[in-house]
């Protein structure tokens, strides 16, 4: 009775054994996993942190006063007495002037896309939101400026603004708003039309609340990632601006000012030189590379 | 003919256009080829623009004025000689009418005969609205040495009288700056000045030749030249604009060009090394502030002694690798009205001293600055050691950066639009009375009307501004512009800095060239050796 001895033995015997265990990440919980398991962005992050403590740590960190000029120890190379980098134009420790350049550098390259970030984003909520002729105000006065190349923007509005930090950031400033108003837009109206938003209406829900629990929410992964690889841009933009006398003031240490000045010099130091570019590079090539490292975590179709 | 000979016609003839094209036509005197500090080509109209390197390299070598420079000598401060006029007087009768006695036997680059019709014709050209000659853009260029012109008159076939509105004993350096173009060629292109710009003529010593628009400019010698001491030594001129310091060095280098302009100091020893010349000489350039009379620090007079007294200009020399004198007056010490003015040499404890006296410290002061600019020389890093320098003595300066057309801006605009800019950065040229010192202290030049920017005022100066320029006496105008200079000085009018030494630099094949004590030079004497 072999049969019904198996028939006998207690339900729970047949039951499915318990699915392997398998542990259900939230959506930032995952976007953090695969971030650990990119060496590259991590790398590049470390960099990027590295250059923000440098920034931030700059009196701690820089060997010598950065303004400090010495005309009789002007462009010496590398590893001249106690200047690890030489000296610039004006006999002044680059090493120093480039720790202290970081801050400018990083503050152009934050300060503007973050702004941005908030006027554009909420500009491109609302246009996409509303929709029809709110949307068409709000879109076709973001096509204006599109209508002028980036670069040129930045330097028309720097230049009849003069130059100094505040107005160089105004400059990148506009400049980012348009593309960050496109961004938000494109996602607000994409998400507009789905059906939960329509459910979270029919049960009696507000427009703002709609917009800050259900769009906003959808909205802030893509113009997050949008940001951060606007950052690098800025950095080149506000570094250019300073190339060009538009951006900060002379004597500040900003890495675009002290390509421009030592440019001059290039025969006679020329590593010394490539010194604030390189700084540039660094940065900028970082900044991009963790954005993208972001934007793969952060993509929900992966 | 014979048969056989008919048939090797045609070869002969190929191996001859072969021959001619790979030898080339015969170039005697070489093709000196010049990166000019200009952004653009100047326009070949009459008065360039891009400043006095346009007048350089365009305007003194296509056409002629009636006054022109003495640009033989480079041991002297040059001054004006006679051009296409002879000689020139005033009119014993009248304190306020010029004679000009017009040079005979000059033809234009077109054939036509030089008269006094044509000098007419130039003056309703450039300062004639109603006149169907006139030419608005060549008004604007020519509107600066128009000040105290009222108008021209014929007197014969080669004689012309200038009127001017009050006396003016200076007029004849305002007269070398307006160049003669050929009438018959305007009315040959109709007034097209678009036309007129690509078939040029004048009477000077180079003819034009072929442009490509913005990129270069090719001149050839004028062998019928009026004056046969400065016909042209080499056969060809070309100019091409290089704004870039760089660019031109790496140029000059790479045998793009033979001769370039205000190479960047720094890249001397490279430039050296491979063998080229670096020629520099005295000009009557100067890199100062002009200052706010106003409001504000300097219109205390010893604040702007502190300033001046607070400069360490053997330190900026160093800056720019030896290619500065340093400035202790507006005018060089090599110009004739130079006299003996105080010299307000590096003294930071006098410089401390003076401020406390005034009261201001530390003394803040804005300073309008540029990133680059003609004559600029290293805007920059100089700015940045005066203010290094300023500091310390117990200022306290602030860069104001803009734009070099900004800075030109606001000083045409002058100090009533820009009070709170304590003092600007405008290199001037100071080769004439007028521009050297009348226009920084005469009351009859505040800007915008002249270049007063700081609107500096004394009823002493304006009376002796007044004096000079109603003395026809070389000797004794002489005297009164050296009182003049010594005053000024006496004053601290301006933040005296540095006087450009002009350099060049010159590949070894570039032979015969003289630096003059000038904003122009004379290239005719230059061979290229092939």
Redesign the interface.
């Known amino acids: 009775m072999t049969d019904i001895a198996a028939l006998d033995q207690p339900l729970e015997t047949f039951a499915p054994q318990a699915a392997p265990a398998t542990r259900v990440r939230g959506y930032w919980r995952s976007v953090l996993y695969r971030l650990r398991h990119d060496p590259v962005t991590l790398v590049f992050a470390a960099i990027v942190l590295c250059i923000v403590l440098a920034a931030v740590f700059a009196p701690l960190l820089a060997p010598f006063d950065p ?1 400090k ?1 010495s ?2 120890s ?2 010496k190379p590398f590893g001249w007495k106690e200047h690890w980098l030489g000296t610039d ?2 006999g002044r420790d680059m090493l120093s002037r480039l720790i202290y350049g970081g801050r400018v550098s990083l503050l152009m390259g934050v300060m503007p896309v973050l702004i941005a970030t908030i006027v554009g984003g909420l500009l491109g909520v609302i246009g996409g939101f509303a929709g029809g002729r709110v949307n068409t105000v709000i879109m076709r006065a973001m096509d204006v400026f599109y209508a002028f190349p980036s670069v040129l923007l930045a330097v028309a509005i720097a ?1 009849a603004m ?2 100094g930090i505040g107005n160089g950031m105004l400059a990148l400033t506009l400049v980012f708003i348009p593309p960050m108003c496109r961004v938000a837009e494109t996602a607000t109206t994409q998400v507009r039309a789905l059906d939960y938003i329509e459910a979270a209406r029919a049960t009696g829900a507000g427009t703002i609340t709609i917009i800050r629990y259900h769009v906003l929410g959808n909205v802030l992964g893509p113009v997050c990632i949008y940001a951060s690889s606007l950052v690098s841009v800025s950095i080149l933009l506000a570094s250019g601006l300073s190339f ?3 951006g900060v ?3 500040t240490p900003d890495w675009g ?1 002290m390509l ?2 030592l ?6 130091v020329p590593f010394v030189c490539a010194v604030p570019g390189a700084a540039i590079f660094v940065t900028s090539i970082s900044f991009n590379l963790v954005s993208d490292g972001l934007r793969a975590a952060m993509d929900v179709r992966l | 003919m014979t048969r056989r000979s008919r048939n090797s016609l045609p070869a002969l003839l190929i191996a001859a256009a072969a021959t001619a094209i790979l030898v080339g036509p015969a170039e005697a005197g070489g093709t000196l080829t010049i990166g000019m500090t200009a952004g653009d080509l100047p326009p070949t109209t009459g008065n360039p623009d891009q400043g006095f390197e346009g007048y350089r390299f365009v305007g003194y070598n296509l056409y002629d004025s009636l006054a022109l420079w003495d640009l033989s000598e480079s041991e002297k401060a040059a001054d004006i000689k006679p051009g296409l006029a002879t000689s020139w007087h005033i009119d014993e009768g009248d304190a306020k009418r010029w004679i000009f006695e017009l040079r005979r036997g000059v033809k234009w680059h077109d054939g036509c005969d030089f008269t006094a019709d044509d000098v007419l014709w130039n003056m309703r050209y450039s300062a004639d609205e109603k006149a169907p000659e006139f030419n608005p853009a060549q008004f604007a260029q020519a509107r600066p040495y128009l000040g105290t012109y009222v108008g021209i008159e014929k007197v014969d076939d080669h004689t012309v009288a200038f009127q001017t509105k009050v006396p003016d004993a200076l007029f004849p350096y305002e007269i070398s700056y307006l160049l003669m173009i050929s009438p018959c060629r305007a009315k040959e292109v109709k007034y097209d000045w678009t036309q007129y710009a690509l078939r040029p003529s004048g009477t000077g010593p180079y003819k034009f030749d072929k442009t490509v628009a913005h990129q270069r400019l090719e001149f050839v010698a004028n062998a019928d030249y009026w004056d046969k001491t400065r016909v042209p030594k080499q056969d060809r001129l070309v100019l091409i604009p290089m704004p870039e310091a760089s660019t031109r060095t790496a140029a000059l280098l790479a045998g793009e060009v033979n001769w370039i302009e205000a190479p960047s100091p720094d890249a001397l020893d490279r430039l050296k090394s491979a063998g080229m010349r670096i020629v520099t000489n005295i000009y009557p350039h100067n890199w100062s502030y002009q200052l706010n009379f106003v409001q504000g620090a300097f219109a205390d007079k010893r604040i702007r002694q502190a300033a001046n007294y607070a400069l360490n200009r053997v330190e900026m020399k160093e800056l720019l690798n030896g290619l500065m004198l340093e400035e202790y007056a507006t005018v060089p010490p090599t110009a004739a009205y130079y006299g003996s003015p105080v010299l307000y040499k590096y003294d930071p404890d006098k410089a401390k001293a003076l401020l406390k006296e005034a009261g201001c410290l530390p003394c803040k002061v804005k300073f309008a600055i540029s990133t680059s600019g003609s004559g600029q020389m290293q805007p920059l890093p100089m700015n940045e050691l005066v203010k290094s320098q300023l500091d310390a003595a117990g200022f306290d300066v602030s860069l104001d950066t803009m734009d070099w057309n900004a800075l030109l801006k606001v000083g045409r605009e002058g100090v009533a639009d820009h009070l709170d800019i304590n003092a600007i950065n405008i290199s001037r040229q100071t080769q004439d009375p007028f521009n050297a010192l009348i226009r920084h202290v005469w009351t009859g030049a505040w800007a915008p009307k002249g270049s007063n920017w700081g609107h500096y005022s004394s009823p002493d100066v304006d009376k002796l501004v007044e004096g000079i320029l109603s003395e026809f006496d070389g000797d004794k105008r002489l005297a009164l512009l050296t009182k003049l200079n010594e005053l000024m000085n006496e004053e601290a009018v301006l933040l005296f800095v540095a006087h450009d030494l002009n350099p060049r630099a010159l590949s070894p094949k570039v032979q015969g060239f003289i630096q003059a004590q000038s904003w122009f030079q004379d290239l005719t004497r230059v061979s290229v050796a092939q």
């Open positions: 303004y000029e005309v009789v002007r462009l134009e004006l230049g003069g130059g060009l006398g538009l003031r002379p004597p000012l421009s000045t440019r001059q010099s290039i025969y006679v």
